[in-house]
């Protein structure tokens, strides 16, 4: 669980987080939407430790990050996982290595078990058969699901995820979703997937915090966010045809 | 103050890359592939170019040599000299800020515009240290490129010079030993050594810490090659001023 407390972060005059609380759940999958602009990549930034905030507080289970030594914060580190919006991974590596880097650099296995270790993991993502080729020999489906595999390589506790589906066919972006939730449950880690897919927040909005200009706007799961009245969420919800149909279908009780 | 604000930034730069290391197996294969690509893969533009520029240096000075008291040893002699002391060191230096200072500005660079290094930090790897640190170890190596140059720029010399007609091999060889100070080889490679230093952190600085998209990495590029080569003359002219004057 990731408890974040009156958040506040500024870049020179400007105060982009404006004091926001949210838990993020374990074993659920938790959804940061909002506009361009809300403050969504600062607070995943401030997360990960990127960014420090100036005022609040953001604790991992209950143990304050600003009160982290820096070796905690390393250790912290490795216990996180994470999902790059264009997958982030090394070029000049085959999927195998980039999946086997972490454990490469922060564990002492034998070499195979390490390769055991990445066999078993991209077999969970369904990509056993790729290991050998580069990341510019595969789709770009493929390659985000090469970077699940990385960031879920070494059992994080914490998994983040940038626009997971950005750049992606609709259907794909389903099997990306899936796969992030599927993964959530079995590991039971905290997920925290930052997004501006509608159709993600149909799928897997378990706990979704809604930003508003640096602020907490509004909080809840898939089945509240189309039920609620509230005009700052509706406005950024029904933009697309299809959602405003589904919300008149909804009215009229279809 | 924004050139002031880059030298502090550099320095901290290279504070972060002598930081925590990187585990030790991982780096010694780093360092073997940054051999392999910065070293190794330069030297046969190395080669060419200090052979055909021995060349013509031993030719240029045959040419220019008209009067008959002026000894024939000279042309080794002259050749000998621009060489070791300025052609190698100082020239080769300058095609390598282009040719390994762009690959690692353009690397570096296209790692930051595509989060790869975000990503080893998230991941809790010192990213300065990873990318940087087995670059500047496989430069050291730098100096051997040179005393290649400096042989193959000589026997460039040879074959203009004595294959050419312009003068005998044995007044070749005598030229060659006419007036040989061992000072100025530890001249020669003290600034190829900083020299060295010089093009695996100026490059590596440029593309570490540049913003923006794949233009920006074409930008960072070539502003990092006149960096390197401003420093890089600015250093030589330091080090003579230093050790030769």
């Known amino acids: 669980m990731i408890e974040i407390k009156n958040l506040k972060k500024r870049f020179g005059d ?3 987080l404006k004091g926001i609380d949210f838990v993020f759940e374990t074993g659920k999958t938790n959804l940061v939407i909002g506009q361009s602009g809300s403050g969504k990549s600062v607070l995943l930034k401030c997360m990960l430790g990127l960014f420090t905030p100036e005022e609040g507080t953001i604790e991992y289970d209950g143990n304050s990050y600003s009160d ?3 070796e905690e914060k390393r250790a912290l580190r490795q216990e996180i996982g994470m ?5 982030a991974l090394f070029d000049s590596m085959t999927v195998a290595e980039n999946v086997m880097f972490p454990l490469r650099m922060f564990t002492k296995k034998r070499k195979k078990d390490l390769q055991d270790r990445v066999q078993e993991v991209l077999k969970r993502v369904n990509l056993e058969d790729s290991a050998k080729k580069f990341p510019s020999e595969i789709s770009g489906g493929m390659q985000k699901r090469v970077a699940i595999a990385r960031a879920i390589v070494n059992k994080p506790k914490y ?3 940038d626009e997971p589906n ?3 066919d609709p259907h794909t972006a389903t099997i990306i979703d899936n796969l992030i939730h599927d993964i959530t449950v079995e590991y039971d880690i905290t997920t925290i997937i930052i997004t501006h897919d509608m159709n993600s927040l149909l ?5 979704i915090a809604f930003l508003k200009d640096g602020l907490l706007a509004w909080k809840g799961d898939k089945s509240q966010i189309f039920k609620t009245d509230d005009k700052t969420v ?4 029904y933009t697309s045809d299809l959602f405003k149909k589904v919300r008149e279908a909804q009215n009229q009780g279809l | 103050m924004r050139y002031l604000y880059s030298i502090g930034e550099y320095f901290l730069m290279l504070k972060g890359v002598f930081g925590r290391m990187t585990k030790r197996s991982v780096l010694k294969e780093l360092i073997f592939k940054e051999i392999d690509q910065l070293i190794i893969g330069s030297l046969g533009i190395v080669a060419f170019l200090s052979f055909f520029i021995g060349g013509v240096v031993a030719l240029q000075t045959a040419l220019n040599l008209n009067n008959p008291l002026i000894p024939k040893t000279l042309i080794a002699f002259a050749a000998r000299q621009s060489i070791i002391l300025e052609f190698s060191p ?3 230096s300058i095609i390598m800020a282009g040719k390994v200072g762009s690959f690692i500005t353009s690397s570096i660079g296209s790692m930051r515009v595509t989060e790869q290094i975000d990503a080893l930090e998230v991941m809790g790897v010192n990213s300065l240290n990873y990318l940087i640190f087995p670059k500047i170890i496989a430069m050291l190596t730098y100096p051997f490129v040179i005393a290649l140059s400096m042989f193959l720029g000589i026997v460039g010399a040879y074959s203009a010079a004595v294959l050419g007609g312009f003068v005998g091999a044995e007044e070749f060889i005598e030229g060659l030993q006419t007036d040989f100070e061992g000072f100025q080889l530890f001249y020669a490679f003290f600034k190829t050594f900083l020299f060295a230093l010089i093009l695996a952190t100026i490059p590596a600085y440029h593309g570490y810490y540049m913003t923006g998209g794949s233009l920006e990495v074409g930008k960072a590029s070539t502003t990092s090659f006149v960096w390197t080569s401003v420093v890089i003359i600015v250093t030589n002219y330091i080090v003579t001023q230093l050790l030769l004057s």
């Open chain 1, 159 to 161: 998994l983040f995820c």
């Open chain 1, 234 to 237: 509706t406005d950024f919800v």
């Open chain 1, 68 to 70: 982290f030594s820096d």
């Open chain 1, 203 to 207: 799928e897997i909005g378990e706990n």
């Open chain 1, 166 to 168: 950005s750049g992606l």
């Open chain 1, 83 to 87: 999902l790059f919006q264009g997958g």
């Open chain 2, 90 to 92: 100082t020239f080769i």
């Open chain 1, 14 to 16: 400007e105060e982009i």
